[in-house]
């Protein structure tokens, strides 16, 4: 951040509660970025014993990972992932289960993840946010190292499923 969002003084920095911070120079103003996460929620949406993956818009051809979205101002994060499996990939769905909250430090987010019954296995996608998709057998899904991927092999566990995990940036198909 390097102007101020009130003010729009030139942002320094500066270390408050023993972190160093953006802050507004500006004593009249002082806003300080604290960069706190931002809340993601994310789907394991299960139909068939197959689980969907989808593939958003600007991602790498072999990158699939699980719905999400952002929480909408006065919604709780069930409410969340439920509009966001409905708006993405045209599903209604039931939640089944809270999966856990997972790190995601690399882009500032704290996922929320649960686990999802399909109604159905119809498909429409939201062509603006989701370019692929794919239902893949739950016995043959394989977590990736990243993010949401921790939760998928936490949920397997409690199937008596043991897998390895993936990185993407080893995959080159
Ligand atoms: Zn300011």
Known sequence: MRYCPQCSCEM???????????????????FVHWDNPVPVV????EWD????????????????GLVTGFLEAGEMPDEA???EVKEEIGVDATIESFIGMYEF?????LL????LRAHSGDVVVMEDEIADYKWVAIDKVKPWTAGTGRA???WLRTRGIEREMFDFSDVNN
């Open 105 to 109: 430090y690399r882009k500032n987010q």
């Open 12 to 30: 320094a920095r500066r270390e408050i509660g023993g972190r160093e911070r953006a802050v507004c120079p500006n004593r009249y103003c002082g």
């Open 81 to 83: 992932i439920l509009r």
């Open 112 to 115: 929320i993840i649960y686990h």
């Open 42 to 45: 994310g789907g394991i949406v």
């Open 152 to 154: 998928l092999r936490d």
């Open 49 to 64: 014993n197959q689980v969907i993956l989808v593939r958003n818009v600007g991602w790498p051809e072999n990158w699939y």
